[in-house]
């Protein structure tokens, strides 16, 4: 594992014994209090109780900079401000369609008392249900570029909790298993990181509006505590000139697991819609060239098994057409995947197309039957190669009627290529670093300006971005559905109640699902039911959803196919049933665009009775539930296929319950009777 800084020398810097509060602010309803406290060196601290009770104990703030001194003790107040918001505003598309942001706000500059007299802002903004806190560095003689080696940021957390994390700093970049260990035992670990502490408050610490700055991960300190590990970079891992803001560091909390997949928290913490009008995006499912790419019986290359023909891309505009998705993905068309582009991502054209691949008339013909090719930009991680072709690459999509793209950047962690000037040295990132940081907002404004939206692979962290950019629509960034073609291990059971707890609290992932075939490569069991296939579509939030599997598969499960027909993906509100991290979740949401409410419940690999009170159905309403449920003895090992597609007539206040086998689930219709 690779440590940049030691944290050893962290440790050195623990929080002093006797400090005095300079300055507080509290939640809009009191339930949070923030205080601000400086020691006798000057050094500042803050922490945060909920309830009365502590939540978090002093946390060190400050910076390791790499060409001037720390910015770390010396400290005075020299001025404080406190400010109340409160507005609600709405999302062009999401999970819920209107938000409301409402926070006190406390400002408190400090100055160095020595001869330099450098200058640090801390900004905190206090939610009901979480904070956020960020430094901004204003313009100053001392201070003009600032070279960040470490941010001195720490969190410790008052209370032993347990805490449902990734590893950080590994080759695999977010795809992996989460740990689910005592707070004690983290390593050096990814946000967002889920903890819930002996008395059931639930926390997870994160970031939100990473903008031109390097990504923050965890390490563990003493006493409960986790200290900010910025993602490498060179010259040093942040290099900025005043003025700027870091993002926003950020822990939301909640008594029960589900109130922080309802938080607004990260959404709330970033700038408005910079793009104007994207009504050009329109949520919707898609279909496409992939699951036989990852089951090998086609390939990416070309040649005789080369699945982005001419031909086969028709046949699955033609699905699509008939059975309503509007988007057809297809991987392998362009030309560069020939050899190993793996390694070599420097041959890519993202605007030539194999020979075999007719993309004009394809984009045609999909634009006849009322479908839209899906474009594919795999970068093999060659950066700044594809930087110098993207303008042109979405331009020619723009013109074809394609406007969204699913980018990748596959490569190892630490590898991907940037080179600053064409034919000059080819330096070395990491996914999360500044650098693409910056890389990702210049593909989002270049496809823009085309009317383009981009569902990002292999990519930097979501921070809640979408709010300001709303064509940067979804992304991967965890354990997706090809895990379970060819993972060795595959996605276990528990695997979709973790990611609703922990990484789907930073934003929506494109994790494809669908694949009612339950079968991965070479006939490996997936370990899901097929009721469970369907409720990931309501469980795991997206705009865009992928119906994953092979045509000829849904062909033979016609009964369940009908529920991913229907099922959309842009919502007008968003409700948490239940649910407990890592054992199951089941969640409501309701249509934007119809009267309609779906609800997805999904368990681990333990079979369970899952009870689901019908309270946010409309009132005076009655409803016809299209229920897709497991069947009796369902069990992704012995049973898979048992599966009851059934209706009822129900109705608010009445409560529905069902048996989830190992690995099951149920999907749930609401549909108002006429």
Known sequence: MRVPLSVALLLALSAPAQADTVARVASPDGTLQVELDLNGEGRLAYRVARKGQPLLADSRLGFILRNDRQLLRGFKLDTQATRGFDETWEQPWGERRYVRNHYNE????????????????????????????????????????VQIEEELTEFAIAQPATAWWLPAFEWNREEYLYNRTPLAEVGVAQTPITLRTGDGTHLSIHEAALVDYAGMNLAKGGDGRLRALLTPGSPAKVVRHTPFATPWRTIQVADRAGGLVESNLILNLNEPNKLGDVSWFKPSKYVGVWWSLHLDQQTWGTGPKHGATTENTKRYIDFAAK???????????NVGWDGDWFANGWNFDFSKPTPDYDIAGLAAYAKAMGVHLIGHHETACAVSHYERQMDAAFALFAQLGIDAVKTGYVCDAGQIERQDVAGGPVLREWHEGQFMSNHHLRVLQAAAKHHVAINSHEPIKDTGLRRTYPNWVSREGARGQEFNAWGAPPNPPEHEPNLVFTRMLAGPMDFTPGVVSLKGRGGQPIQNTLARQLADYVVL????HMAADLPEHYAQHMDAFQFIVDVPTDWQ??????????????????????????????????????????????????????????GEGADWKSNPFAFVREERTVQRGDTLEFALGSGGGVAIRFVPKR
Not at 541 to 544: D, F, H, R, V
Not at 601 to 630: C, H
């Open 106 to 145: 406390l400002r408190a500059s400090f100055v160095e008392g020595d001869r330099d007299h450098r200058r640090m802002d801390v900004v905190f903004r206090v939610f009901d249900d979480g904070i956020g806190f960020r430094y901004e560095l204003p313009r100053q003689p001392r201070l003009d570029e």
């Open 323 to 333: 059975y309503g998705f509007r988007g057809v993905l297809v991987e392998g068309w």
């Open 573 to 630: 509100d968003t409700r948490v049933v239940n649910g407990e991290v890592g054992d199951y979740a089941t969640i409501a949401r309701k249509d934007r665009n119809s009267a309609d409410w779906y609800v997805g419940s999904v368990t681990d690999e333990n079979a369970r009775r899952i009870t689901i009170p019908l309270g946010f159905l409309d009132a005076k309403t009655r409803y016809t539930a299209q229920i897709y449920r497991d």
């Open 541 to 544: 939030y997206s705009p865009i």
